[in-house]
């Protein structure tokens, strides 16, 4: 119905007469992802990892594209390592924390004042970080904060902190 999300949509596909053909693979989908978040919640990174890359059909994918597949495979191997290596870093490793140490790899030290030009980046990418002037994108309910995280008050801080972040840099 009007009003839904798209992730409702393809969950109850079987409910809407212009999906009922496509419904089984719609829902196969929402389940995969549901089996994921459950994984997530577990909170064993390298098992969902793992449940990821074989209930996606994605390591199946890239063995079946011969040499070019297995040097994706090698960096898709080294993802994990850093993900192993953050679990046993963190005293309690999440995936969004995971997510965020990511994020902070990027090549901002390498930022040049004299230069003419924008740089994008997300709202983790900017802790600490300060410029002259500051433009956030999509800060509307269901996008930021997240409608995932409207459930959990939890959820809901973190997106004020980040919040904090991206209004703190300038």
């Known amino acids: ?17 212009a999906l009922a053909k496509k419904a089984k693979p719609l829902t196969a989908f929402t389940d995969m992802i549901e089996t994921l978040r459950q994984k997530e919640h577990e909170g064993d990174l390298e098992a969902l990892f793992d ?27 080294e993802l994990k390592t850093n993900i192993i290596k953050y679990s046993q870093e963190n005293d309690e490793p999440t995936l969004a924390g995971f997510l965020e140490e990511v994020a902070l790899y990027t090549d901002l030290d390498s930022l040049n004042d004299d230069d003419d030009y924008v740089v994008m980046m997300t ?17 509307e309910d269901g996008i930021f904060p997240g409608y995932l995280s409207l459930n959990s008050m939890e959820e809901m801080q973190e997106e004020r902190r980040l919040a904090y972040v991206g209004i703190t840099c300038n």
Do not use: C, W
């Open 1 to 17: 119905g009007m009003g839904e999300s798209l992730y409702h949509v393809l969950r109850e596909a079987d409910t809407f007469p």
């Open 51 to 77: 449940e990821l890359i074989e209930v996606s059909g994605y390591r199946t994918a890239l063995e079946a594209q011969g040499e070019e597949g297995r040097n994706r495979l090698e960096n898709v191997n």
């Open 123 to 139: 709202m983790h990418a900017a802790k600490g970080l300060e410029f002259p002037f500051v433009f956030i994108a999509g800060m």
